[in-house]
């Protein structure tokens, strides 16, 4: 999988080289590229903002370095297809406060695409045409990480790329970590337990030294459904929430 970032703070990217996605890297499978939003500009000052139309407080992002940085990016993916058997169009991500939730279930469906372009945008937000002329080029998907403010895009960028980036085929060693994890079954885990048995007066659950399988399997089930109800009834088919 290719995937661009778009920003004006590219050292944020800096930690995604380190461990997993590091070696996802190196390993030929996912090929991370994250360029300076700056490098579209031409004037003196390599300007990416303006004041806002109407008025009101704030920047906006100006909308040509977008459009020239989006053309470059998605023609380049237009051209591996002719070569290789990618896909003719990226998708385009843009993290805003206004779009749709991100969750497990968006990271398993963008982890299937061939090309991802993350649009980060700082200030007040950026132009509205640029995501108008971005779905012109590819499938647009504003996608926010939750219900507060951040201070840019690039923080929940890095968040859907971690999230994305394990779910590719090869990255995690051992695909059956993958399933058993908070929220692939739509409940939250099961609480975990190492040595020694017993820690401070704390002793680990009578049953999980047992060595009776089943037993173990349907008591971690219990304390799934437990977990579930008590921290997120949300996340339960009764809830109306
Ligand atoms: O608050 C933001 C500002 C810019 C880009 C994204 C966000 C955001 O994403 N998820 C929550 C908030």
Redesign the pocket.
Known sequence: MRIDVLSIFPSYFDGLTLSLLGKAQSAGILDLRVRDLREWTSDRHRTVDDTPYGGGAGMVMKPEPWGLALDELASSSAEATRTAAAQTRPTIIF???A?EVFTQATARDLSTRDHLIFG???YEGIDERVFEYAASLGEVRLV???D??????EV?TMAMIEAIGRLIPGVVGNPESLVEESHEDGLLEYPSYTKPSVWRDRSVPEVLLSGNHAVIASWRREQQLERTRRRRPDLLPEDDA
Do not use: E
């Open positions: 993290p805003s406060p779009g980060c945008g700082r926010s990480l939750g507060y403010v951040l201070n840019g895009g929940a």
